[in-house]
């Protein structure tokens, strides 16, 4: 992959009611060169929304991937990767760190009726997760608009060392950061 391809990585930080969500653009050769900031509720259905008004604030033609942290922030506030991509008209790669199960149990414990519904309609779009071996370690990776193949040589493409794709590491800290000197009890 060139060295100026462009990603927007997208990960959260979060307290009490709100979820503070970063978005770093970043590209393959590490080079930071832009950033973009919203909120979506804790425990809300409002992730994907969220995604896409980062997208769309940042106004950058020359972003061609969106790679988000996990597919569940802001406790199961799902992100709808199809619904993403076709939105932001670009392939979105969600990485995750853990193997797991899936979420479908942790939802039926945490959510009834028309809260669990919705959310299991969401989560039941989403694509199947892959594991991916990078530099000695694995990621899970589901991806819309790409095929595993791809989505895979992308999140290596964008992961210099370790296993955390420096998109995804850039907005985790830039996240943070923000949540530090802005989330507290909106100050």
């Known amino acids: 992959m060139k060295h100026g391809v462009r990603a927007l990585g997208v990960a959260e930080s979060f307290r009490a009611e709100y979820s503070t969500l970063a978005g770093a653009v970043v590209r ?9 900031f919203d909120t979506c509720t804790v425990g809300g259905t ?18 061609r991937y969106v790679l988000l942290a996990g597919v569940a922030p802001a406790w199961f506030n799902l992100f ?3 619904a993403i991509r076709e939105r932001v008209e670009r392939p979105v790669c969600s990485v995750s760190f853990e193997e797991s199960a899936g979420l479908e149990p942790a939802l039926r414990e945490a959510f009834e009726g028309e ?6 309609a969401v989560y039941r779009r989403q694509p199947e997760r892959h594991p991916v071996s990078v530099d000695g370690e694995t990621v899970y990776v589901r991806a819309a608009g790409l095929d595993e193949e791809a989505a895979a040589e992308v999140v290596r493409a964008f992961t210099p060392e370790g296993g955390r794709p420096e998109p995804l590491r850039v907005a985790r800290l830039a996240a943070r950061a923000a949540d530090e000197r802005f989330g507290r009890d909106g100050e």
């Open 80 to 82: 709808d990767l199809p």
């Open 28 to 36: 393959a050769d590490r080079v930071v060169d832009g950033f973009a």
């Open 115 to 120: 809260s669990l519904d919705e959310r299991l």
């Open 46 to 63: 409002d992730a994907t929304e969220t995604v896409v008004s980062l997208v769309e604030r940042l106004d950058r033609d020359d972003v």
